[in-house]
C-alpha cells in the first residue's frame, strides 16, 4: 500500500487536468474522474491484497526529511484511517460528479484545487509526524479555500476568509502545542522528536498534558465544529460551490473527529478524562443548538450545515464517553454522514442549478415534474434524521447507548436531537417538494410553472451509490464496524477509561 | 593587518574599494549604463567573497576591535547583497524614465550597502555608528531622489528628521553605557553593574533601533516614507536597512550575557529591559498588523506589515538560557531570508506593474484577475504573500515554525499569544491581495479604469528571476535543510 502514490498521482492528475483544460476544453473532468477511479482501484486493491493486519497502527513510510528537527515524513495507517480515506476517494468521485456541469468557468484550475485537496486531506488520514500532520492540515485548507473563493456564491470572499481565519488560528494553537510537544520530549529523551509513536511513550505532567491537549482540542473542536467555535461552517457552506460543500461536509469535518480519536484522547488520556464533561456537554448543546437553528433557516444550504454541526455534536458526545460502543457509534456516524450530508449538499446543488435559488420560500411542489428527486430527497432527510434501516441510525443508535452509560443526563438531551432532527428534515423536505411553488420563478421556467427538470443520469448515479451505501451500511453495520471491535483504539481508550 | 583579516573583511573592502572607484568613472565619463554594471558588479564580487567566507571561515575572526567577522554576519550580508541586487536592477527599469543620468543614485546605493556591510559586522559602538550614520545619510538621499513626485520631499525629510533624532537617541545612550561599563565594546569583560544610569543607556539606544526597526511605537514614519519613497528604494528600506540593524541588535543583545542567565534576570533593572522588549514586541506585532487592515495601498500594507514582521522577529531575543542563542540565531537568519525573499518579490511585481501606468497610486485593485492575465507574476505574489502570512508549504512558514521553537523553548506565552493574534490578524488583508488577483475583471470596468498591462510582455530576466524566487520560495518552504543546515554548521 503506497499512500504517497496516491497523494502523487491525484496532484499529479490534477497537473495535468489543469494543463489538459488549456488544449481541449472538457477534457479536464474527464482527467480528474480518471485519475480519482484510477487511484480508487489501486487503493482498493492494495488493502484487499495486503497481509499487514491493520487494526493498529503500521508504519508503512518512515524517511528523514527536516534534520535540523529531527522531523521525519512518516505515513502509517489502521482501519480508522483506511475507512477514512476511502471515504475520502469515494466522495472525491461524487465530488468530480457533481461538478459536472456546475463549473463553467476556469475549470482546470477548479478540478486542480479539488484533488490537491483530496490529496492533502488523505495526507491529514495517514500522516504519524506531528509536523507531517499538521502541514497536510494547512495543505487541504489552501485549495479547499480556493474552491470557495473562486467558485463560490455571492458572498464568497467573506465566506473564504472566514473559514481560512478560523481554522488558521486554531491551527496555530495546535502548532504551539505541537512544539511543546517536541521540545517536553526533548528534555526528557534529549531527542528532539514529532514522531507520533515516540510521544506516546512520553511520560507527562498532568498540568502540562492539560494545556497541551487542549491546544489540541480547540483545533480540532474547529474543524468539528463543535458550539462555539462553528459559526465559519454555515457560511463557508452556503457560499461554497457544491462539491466544495460535499467536500466540506464529507470530509473535511471528519478530520477534525479524526484528530480528536487520534491525537486528543490517546497522548492525553488522563487530561481528556478529565476534560470529558466539559467536551461533552459541548456535543449536547451543539446537538441541540445545531437542530434548532437548522429549523429557523430559509436556505436550503445553511439547514444542511446546522444540521451538520448537530451531527457531529454526537460525534464529540461519543468520543469523550470511553466506551467502546460509543466509540464505534462516532467511527459509523463518521462515515453515515459523510454520506448523508454529502447527499443532502448534492441534492442543494441541484435544486440550484435548476431554480438558482437556494431560498427555501422559493421551492415547493417538485414532486410533481421531479419525482426521482423527490424520492431521493426523502430517503436522504430520512437518514439524516435516523430512520432505521439507514446507517445513521445504527450511528447514533450506538453513540447514544455507549454514552448513556457514562452520561445518562447529557445522553437523554442530547436524544432530543432526534426529534428536531426529525423536524427540520420534515421542514426541509416539505418546503422543497410539497405544496405549490412559492414566489415568482426567475425567467428560467416561464412556460411551465412548476416545471423542475428531473434527473439526469449522472444526477441519479451519485444519488444511487450514495443511498445505496447508507442502505447497505444500515442494513449490515459491521461492513464497518468489524474493523473496530477489537482493535487496540476500543481497547486503549476502555483500559484509560477503567483505570480511572 | 594580518592576512587573515583581510580576508575575512574582503566582502566590505569590495564595496568600499567600489564605491571609490565608481567615483572615478563618473569623473571619466557619465553613463548610466556603465555605473549599473559596474554597481552590479561590485555587488557580486562582494557576494562571492562573501559566500566564500561562510564556507570557509570555520571560526570568528576579530578584525580590530571595531569589527568582528562571524558567519551569522556573512550571512546577513550575503541576504544584504542579494536585495541590493534586486534593487539595482529593479532601479534601471525605474531610472530610465528621465533623460538625466543617474550615477549619483547608484553611489548612494553602494552607500547604502557599505553602512549595512559596517552595521552586521560591528562589535563596537563606534562603528556601529559609523555604519548606522553611513546607511541613514544615503538613505535620506536616495528616499527625496525622484524629486518630481508628490511625496518626495515630504517623505524624505521626514526621515531625515526622525532619523537623526533617532541617532541622537542612540548617541545619548551609548554615552551612558560607557559611562557605566568604561568601553565602547560590545562585549563587556567584567560584568557591568546594572545600575539606573546602565538600563536607560540600553533603554535610549533600543529607542534609536527600534525608529529604524520602526517597532511600534516608533514606527509613525515607516508608512508615510515607504509610500512617498521610488519602489526600490522601498524595497531597499524594507530589506537592508532592517536586515542590518536587526543583525547588530542582536549582536549587541547576545553579548549581554546577563539578559539571559538565570542569575542575572531577577535583578530588577535586567527584568525591566526585558519586559520593555516584550512590550515593544507585542505591540509592534498588534498595531502593524491592525492598521494594516484598511490599508488600500500596497505600499503602506507593506509598510505597516514590516512592523508586524519586526515584532514577531523580536521574540529571537527574549531567550532564557546560553544555549539558546545558536538556535535564536538560525532562527533570525531564516526567518529574515525568508522576509527578504518575499518582500523582494513583491515589490519586483510592484516595479513591473508600476511601470505600465506610473501616475496611479499603486493600489491592490490594479492587481485585480492577474492571476487570468500573468500566472506567473500572480504566482510570484501568492508565494511571497502567503511567506509572509506564514502558511505551510512556503519558506515564511519554517522561519514562524523556528520563532515559535525559541518562543516555546523560552516559555514566552505572552509573546505567542501575540504572534498567533497578530498572524491571525493579518490572514485579512494578505488574503484579501490573494483573492484579488483571482477576481474576474468585469467589462465595465475594463473600460472606466485603465488597467495595468501587466503580462503583455515580461522581458525574459524577469520571468526567469520570478521563477527562481517562486522556486526558492517553495523549496526552502518544503525542505529547508537547504538552509538550516548551512546555519548548524555556523
Known amino acids: ?362 421551492m415547493g411542489g417538485f414532486w410533481q415534474s421531479a419525482p426521482r428527486m423527490g424520492g431521493f430527497a426523502l430517503a436522504f432527510t430520512a437518514a439524516a434524521f435516523g430512520l432505521p434501516g439507514l446507517a445513521n441510525f445504527v450511528a447514533e443508535f450506538l453513540s447514544l447507548v455507549g454514552a448513556y452509560q457514562r452520561f445518562p443526563l447529557m445522553t437523554i438531551l442530547a436524544a432530543f436531537g432526534l426529534i428536531g432532527s426529525a423536524i427540520y428534515g420534515m421542514v426541509l423536505f416539505q418546503n422543497a417538494f410539497q405544496g405549490k411553488r412559492q414566489g415568482e420563478s426567475k425567467g428560467q421556467n416561464q412556460e411551465g410553472e412548476n416545471n423542475v427538470n428531473d434527473l439526469s443520469k449522472r444526477e441519479l448515479l451519485v444519488f444511487s451509490s450514495l443511498l445505496g451505501l447508507l442502505i447497505v451500511i444500515g442494513l449490515y453495520p459491521n461492513l464497518v464496524l468489524t474493523f473496530f471491535q477489537h482493535s487496540e483504539l476500543t481497547l486503549a481508550i476502555t483500559s484509560t477509561a477503567g483505570g480511572q | 593587518m594580518t592576512q587573515l583579516m583581510m580576508q575575512s573583511l574582503s566582502p566590505l573592502l569590495i564595496v568600499a574599494f567600489g564605491s571609490v572607484l565608481s567615483l572615478l568613472l563618473i569623473a571619466w565619463r557619465r553613463s548610466q549604463k556603465m555605473i549599473l554594471t559596474f554597481t552590479l558588479a561590485i555587488f557580486v564580487c562582494a557576494l562571492l567573497a562573501s559566500i566564500s567566507l561562510v564556507i570557509n571561515l570555520t571560526d570568528e575572526v576579530q578584525v580590530t576591535p571595531l569589527m568582528k567577522v562571524d558567519n551569522y554576519g556573512n550571512f546577513a550580508f550575503i541576504l544584504i547583497l542579494v536585495a541590493s541586487i534586486a534593487v539595482g536592477f529593479l532601479s534601471s527599469t525605474w531610472l530610465t524614465h528621465s533623460v538625466e543620468v543617474h550615477d549619483e543614485f547608484f553611489i548612494l546605493l553602494q552607500l547604502v550597502v557599505l553602512g549595512a556591510g559596517v552595521l552586521v559586522m560591528s562589535d563596537h559602538f563606534a562603528s556601529l555608528f559609523l555604519g548606522f550614520e553611513l546607511l541613514s545619510i544615503a538613505l535620506v538621499g536616495m528616499v527625496g531622489y525622484s524629486r518630481d513626485s508628490q511625496y518626495s520631499v515630504e517623505s524624505s525629510f521626514k526621515y531625515l528628521i526622525l532619523s537623526a533624532s533617532a541617532s541622537s537617541f542612540m548617541l545619548l545612550g551609548i554615552a551612558f553605557i560607557y559611562s557605566q561599563s568604561g568601553s565602547l565594546s560590545f562585549a563587556v569583560e567584567a560584568e557591568p553593574v546594572y545600575s539606573l544610569f546602565y538600563s536607560s543607556g540600553i533603554l535610549l539606544f533600543l529607542v534609536g533601533v527600534a525608529f529604524k526597526l520602526s517597532l511600534a511605537p516608533f514606527h509613525l514614519w515607516t508608512p508615510d516614507v515607504y509610500q512617498g519613497a521610488p519602489t526600490p528604494v522601498t524595497l531597499l528600506l524594507a530589506t537592508v536597512s532592517k536586515i542590518a540593524m536587526f543583525v547588530v541588535l542582536m549582536k549587541f543583545w547576545f553579548s549581554q550575557t546577563s539578559f539571559f542567565t538565570q542569575s542575572f534576570v531577577s535583578n530588577n533593572n535586567v527584568l525591566s529591559t526585558l519586559n520593555l522588549m516584550s512590550v515593544l514586541a507585542i505591540l509592534s506585532m498588534i498595531i502593524g498588523n491592525v492598521l494594516a487592515l484598511k490599508q488600500q495601498n500596497i505600499k503602506r500594507l507593506l509598510a505597516y506589515s514590516s512592523i508586524a514582521h519586526m515584532g514577531y522577529l523580536l521574540i529571537v531575543l527574549l531567550i532564557i538560557s546560553p544555549q539558546s542563542v545558536g538556535l535564536a540565531w538560525q532562527s533570525a537568519l531564516f526567518y529574515l531570508a525568508a522576509y527578504v525573499l518575499a518582500t523582494v518579490s513583491l515589490f519586483m511585481v510592484l516595479q513591473l506593474t508600476q511601470c505600465n501606468h506610473e501616475d496611479t497610486e499603486q493600489s491592490i485593485g490594479d492587481w485585480q484577475g492577474m492571476f487570468w492575465q500573468n500566472p506567473l507574476l500572480a504566482l510570484l505574489i501568492i508565494v511571497a504573500i502567503l511567506s509572509l502570512a506564514g502558511i505551510p508549504l512556503t519558506a515564511g512558514f519554517i522561519g514562524k515554525f523556528y520563532l515559535l521553537t525559541v518562543a516555546v523553548q523560552a516559555q514566552q506565552w505572552w509573546l505567542i499569544a501575540a504572534l498567533i493574534v497578530g498572524s491571525g490578524i493579518g490572514l485579512f488583508y494578505y488574503l484579501r491581495i490573494v483573492f484579488t488577483l483571482f477576481n474576474d475583471v468585469s467589462v465595465e470596468k475594463t473600460s472606466s479604469l485603465q488597467l495595468p498591462v501587466v503580462g503583455a510582455k515580461l522581458a525574459p530576466v524577469m520571468s526567469i528571476s520570478a521563477i527562481i524566487f517562486i522556486l526558492s520560495g517553495i523549496i526552502l518552504g518544503v525542505y529547508p535543510d537547504l538552509l538550516s543546515q548551512v546555519f548548524i554548521g555556523f
Open chain 1, 1 to 362: 500500500m503506497n499512500i504517497t502514490l496516491v497523494m502523487c498521482s491525484l496532484l499529479l492528475g490534477g497537473a495535468l487536468a489543469w494543463y489538459a483544460e488549456g488544449v481541449k476544453t472538457q477534457s479536464a473532468r474527464w482527467l480528474a474522474l480518471l485519475t480519482v477511479l484510477i487511484v480508487s482501484i489501486y487503493f482498493v486493491i492494495s488493502i484487499t491484497t495486503t497481509g499487514v493486519d491493520l487494526s493498529s497502527l503500521q508504519v508503512l513510510v518512515r524517511l528523514s526529511w527536516i534534520d535540523s528537527f529531527n522531523i521525519e515524513y512518516a505515513i502509517a495507517v489502521d482501519y480508522l484511517s483506511l475507512v477514512l480515506v476511502l471515504l475520502t476517494l469515494f466522495l472525491a468521485i461524487i465530488c468530480i460528479l457533481v461538478s459536472w456541469q456546475e463549473i463553467q468557468t476556469k475549470t482546470g484550475f477548479y478540478y486542480f484545487n479539488l484533488l490537491a485537496s483530496i490529496a492533502g486531506i488523505i495526507g491529514v488520514f495517514t500522516a504519524v509526524d506531528m509536523f507531517l500532520f499538521f502541514f497536510f492540515w494547512e495543505v487541504m485548507l489552501l485549495p479547499m479555500t480556493a474552491l470557495i473563493a473562486i467558485w463560490g456564491h455571492e458572498n464568497k470572499h467573506f465566506a473564504a476568509i472566514k473559514f481560512f481565519i478560523f481554522t488558521q488560528i486554531s491551527s496555530l494553537l495546535m502548532l504551539v502545542a505541537i512544539i511543546a510537544m517536541a521540545a517536553i520530549h526533548f528534555q526528557q529523551t534529549g531527542l528532539v522528536s514529532f514522531f507520533y509513536q515516540d510521544w506516546l511513550t512520553l511520560d507527562l505532567p498532568l498540568s502540562t498534558s492539560r494545556y497541551l491537549m487542549l491546544g489540541f482540542f480547540i483545533a480540532f473542536a474547529v474543524k468539528l465544529p463543535s458550539v462555539p467555535v462553528h459559526s465559519w461552517l454555515p457560511d463557508a457552506h452556503t457560499q461554497a460551490p457544491t462539491a466544495g460543500s460535499v467536500l466540506l461536509a464529507g470530509v473535511l469535518l471528519k478530520t477534525g473527529a479524526y484528530g480528536l480519536i487520534r491525537f486528543v484522547l490517546h497522548l492525553f488520556p488522563q487530561a481528556s478524562i478529565d476534560f470529558a464533561p466539559v467536551a461533552a456537554t459541548l456535543g449536547v448543546v451543539s446537538i441541540l443548538y445545531g437542530a434548532k437553528m437548522a429549523f429557523a433557516q430559509q436556505d436550503f444550504k445553511r439547514l444542511v450545515a446546522y444540521s451538520s454541526i448537530s451531527h457531529m455534536g454526537f460525534v464529540m458526545l461519543a468520543l469523550f464517553s470511553f466506551n467502546a460502543i460509543a466509540y464505534q457509534g462516532a467511527v459509523l456516524t463518521l462515515v453515515a454522514h459523510g454520506l448523508s450530508s454529502a447527499a443532502l449538499f448534492a441534492l442543494a446543488g441541484m435544486v440550484y442549478s435548476r431554480i438558482h435559488s437556494r431560498d427555501l420560500g422559493q
